[in-house]
């Protein structure tokens, strides 16, 4: 049985679906539905039990888990950035993977986490993802932060030849619609589009940056999930690892791609950052994976260009889900 935390979110539904391409309906989905609508990621799976995360919680910490486990894709988390509840976001981000973690390690089971860009603060040390940058990582805000705390354990005890862990940088694609604000930029831009014409921008506050010209490693779901595959089927490949295409692109080209596939010319409003999240602003993001082609992974990534028109293609389609 294949255990995938975070099953009816964003990532971990499209490796659920990866999973049932490749033939395979022996998954658990451990989530937290709760009243939004993530459930309807999960009307096209194949899967054999959906458990609310804290009532696999309760049976991992008694050992007392009644089917057995081949591996633990660990997908959920509060992936919100702006959350502000410290408390919640070392509870359930940071102890709930160390008490996963615990557990298949003394079971011997395949254990993938995901950690997040968010890691690496304001990119002032680059986004290598050796272990020894990662010692040092600065986050700027409390998501980020709770992520850096397990990556931290990992290093700290010795179990980063044991376990997988991946710093996904800016995902976007089919299955985030319930995200609210955590949306990507290109699912909002779509709507804006189709509702004023236009899509807002953040401004630039710093002169090397052209408004909209602000940079970020953006890269698509379904090469996510290709890269998660592989690192299921190749117990050998541990440690943690970025997940981004290694090519960063403006704001701008993003958003023109998107005004291209509607067959429309851009345009564009440039809005200020709220002074609230204007000091965790980030500039540039760009993935150094060269230690992932170090473990062996054919990471091959579809060209932006093509990413966005699918995924754009799935939204005028109004098919939101993989």
Not at 89 to 112: D, G, M, P, S, V
Not at 187 to 193: P, S
Request: aromatic share 12%; charged share 25%; hydrophobic share 40%.
């Amino acid at each position: 049985m294949i255990v995938v935390t975070g099953g009816a979110g964003f990532i971990g539904s499209a490796f659920v679906a990866k999973l049932n391409a490749e033939g395979i309906g022996d998954i658990i989905i451990v989530d937290e539905l709760g009243t939004d609508e993530k459930w309807k990621n999960l009307v096209k799976r194949r899967y054999t039990d959906y458990l609310h995360k804290e009532t696999f919680l309760s049976m991992v910490e008694a050992d007392e888990v009644p089917f057995p486990v081949e591996a633990i894709i660990h997908m959920g988390a509060c992936s919100s950035t702006t959350e502000r509840d410290a408390d919640y976001l070392i509870e359930n981000n940071f102890h709930y993977t160390c008490c996963l973690a615990e557990w298949t390690l003394a079971q011997e089971i395949r254990f993938i986490y995901a950690s997040s860009a968010a890691t690496y603060g304001d990119g002032a040390q680059g986004f290598s993802d050796e272990d020894d940058t990662t010692r040092s990582l600065r986050p700027i805000n409390m998501y980020g932060y709770s992520k850096q705390l397990f990556d931290l354990k990992v290093l700290r005890e010795g179990i980063a030849d044991k376990v997988a862990g991946i710093k996904f940088f800016n995902v976007f694609g089919p299955n985030e619609y319930h995200k609210g604000d955590m949306t990507s930029v290109i699912f909002k831009a779509f709507h804006q589009i189709r509702e004023t014409g236009k899509v807002r921008l953040f401004k630039s506050y710093k002169p090397e940056y052209s408004d909209g010209g602000q940079m970020r490693d953006f890269v698509y779901v379904k090469d996510c999930v290709e890269i998660l595959w592989w690192l299921l089927n190749h117990k050998e490949a541990n440690g943690i690892f970025n997940l981004g295409t290694g090519r960063a692109r403006t704001w701008n080209d993003l958003i023109g791609l998107v005004f291209t596939a509607m067959n429309l010319s851009p345009a564009i409003d440039y809005i200020e950052i709220p002074e609230a999240i204007r000091g965790q602003y980030q500039y540039f993001t760009e993935a150094k994976m060269d230690k992932l082609r170090a473990a062996g992974c054919p990471v091959v990534f579809a060209p932006l260009e093509e990413t966005v028109a699918d995924y754009v293609m799935h939204l005028i389609a109004a098919d939101r889900y993989l």
